[in-house]
């Protein structure tokens, strides 16, 4: 079939000149080479066919009166005009088109000039803009690419957040590129994760910008993209210190779910973001988008199923006066110490979770050996030693509590090594296991039990004492101690610890 003409994208010339016979000449010599040509006789009617219309080359002279070249190449760059300019210039002025083109421009030619030089230039040019639009595209599509294959291989939301971000600073051109969200997102907490290649902070931009109005903005408009002066709409108004250039940011979540912002920032690049930048941008925050959901549907589903396993827990301790409530007492216990040890938020939460689901395997134990008043037949108390595996087994197909199984297998372990299940010594109890074993037993000396009644404070402190390097962990013991004589353990109803 033969190609039609309509079929090739045509190329669209502005010529800007002054003086009417240069323009007219050009304009009547591209025309025949076959390119689309519109004529403006100064800048500031350039600046408004640039406003209204997308042309692959601005051809123009530098000096003119009104706006001059290069007063026009700046305005279209502050207003994130993305055309290709190509200076004409007289031997008086070549110093000014050495600075169009640090301005970006991408040539220039010297007047008086050959039509035919004139036209091999703009083919360069075009040829140019057509490969760099290229190479654009398939980088764009790697980047792309790689961050899908992220999404699917690694299920570490972070670490794909971290992947997005540099590859949207790579794209984009950025001096930093940020997301800020406006709900928190919990394990790991992610409010606020920023790539900077200058001196510039999170906490610098915070107090820069004035964050709740760009969330209302992006809430309804989906993106801003902001140019020199612009951008004091969005700053704080005692901000100060920050020259910022051009500034982009575009929403992340759904219509009917706001979580935050992307943004990217020019701060020592002269040159303004453009609206193909404003579309990629939109494409990574789509990406932060579906990462945030999956996360938050998988959460969701996770809760559910920790909720119905401690309910398990719950109801088979409700059954008798002196276990009720015990895992959640040993759970508080175990946060308060845990806390008194200064461990992290993570490892805290962990220990805590571990608390309430510490004897599920003892739904696999015969009720009655559970609540048998005279003591455990041999074979009964070796069934019942098995409830920390049980309960470890229970739990493993759940890999989002990896982190704490251990600690439920091995909460019955003794510090001097003659714990079971597997006999495990002193530090190499993990922490957090070790931490349980000394709440679970103060909980058992201070309830009642179907033998005796519960012990009295000074019994408890004696207990502690005298089993401390023994059964339980000495550290823990003294911390356990102050935490007693501070007044630090929640009390328990009608009980005095
Ligand atoms: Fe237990």
């Keep these: 079939m033969e190609i039609q003409k309509s079929d090739i994208r045509e190329v669209h010339i502005l010529v800007v000149d002054d003086e009417s016979s240069i323009r007219e000449l050009l304009q009547e010599y591209l025309s025949l080479e076959g390119y689309k040509v519109d004529i403006a006789k100064d800048g500031n009617d350039a600046f408004e066919y640039l406003r209204k219309f997308y042309y692959d080359i601005v051809l123009t002279d530098l000096e003119m009166p009104g706006m001059n070249g290069i007063e026009l190449l700046k305005k279209a760059n502050t207003q994130g005009l993305n055309h290709k300019f190509i200076i004409l210039t007289g031997f008086g002025t070549v110093e000014t088109a050495i600075m169009a083109l640090k301005l970006g421009a991408v040539d220039y030619i010297l007047k008086p000039f050959k039509l035919e030089e004139l036209g091999l230039i703009i083919k360069k040019a075009i040829q140019r803009r057509r490969l760099e639009e290229e190479n654009i595209q398939l980088k764009e599509a790697l980047s792309l690419y790689q961050i899908s294959e992220a999404m699917v291989l690694n299920n570490n939301v972070r670490t794909v957040i971290e992947l997005i971000l540099e590859k949207a600073m790579n794209e984009l051109d950025a001096d930093i590129v940020l997301i800020s969200l406006k709900e928190t997102i919990s394990s790991p907490r992610i409010t606020r994760l920023l790539r900077s290649s200058i001196n510039v902070t999170a906490d610098d931009l915070e107090a820069f910008f004035d964050k709740e109005k760009i969330f209302k903005l992006l809430e309804t408009e989906r993106y801003l993209l902001l140019n020199g002066d612009q951008i004091s709409s969005v700053r704080k108004s005692e901000a100060s210190g920050i020259d910022i250039k051009s500034y982009l940011s575009v929403a992340i979540g759904l219509m009917n779910r706001f979580y935050g912002a992307f943004c990217a920032f020019r701060i020592k690049k002269d040159m303004p973001f453009t609206d193909a930048h404003r579309k990629l941008s939109t494409i990574f925050a789509e990406r932060i988008t579906s990462l945030l959901e999956v996360k938050r549907s998988d959460e969701g589903l996770q809760l559910a199923m920790i909720e119905s396993i401690e309910s398990l827990v719950k109801a088979l301790e409700a059954k008798e006066p002196y276990t009720k409530g015990h895992s959640e007492r040993v759970s508080v216990y175990a946060h308060v110490l845990a806390e008194k040890m200064h461990l992290d938020t993570k490892a805290v ?29 041999k074979e009964e108390y070796e069934q019942f030693k098995l409830h920390p595996v049980v309960g470890a087994n229970i ?50 000396m201070t309830s009642e039990r179907p033998y005796r009644t519960a012990l009295a404070k000074e019994q408890v402190i004696s207990e502690l004492t005298g089993n401390s390097g023994t059964q339980f962990d000495p550290g823990l013991v003294q911390s356990m101690l102050l935490l007693l004589e501070e007044g630090q353990i929640p009390t328990k109803d009608g009980l005095e610890i």
């Design 349 to 377: 939460l962990n220990i805590t979770q571990a608390g309430r689901l510490h004897d599920i395997g003892k739904i696999a134990i015969r009720y009655d050996s559970l609540t048998k008043k005279e003591g455990l037949t």
């Design 395 to 444: 739990l493993k197909p759940m890999s989002f509590l990896s982190d704490i199984i251990p600690l439920i297998l091995y909460h019955h372990e003794r510090y001097d090594g003659k714990g079971y299940p597997e006999g495990v010594k002193g530090e190499n109890i993990p922490l957090g296991a070790r931490i349980l074993a000394i709440c679970d037993s103060f909980d058992v």
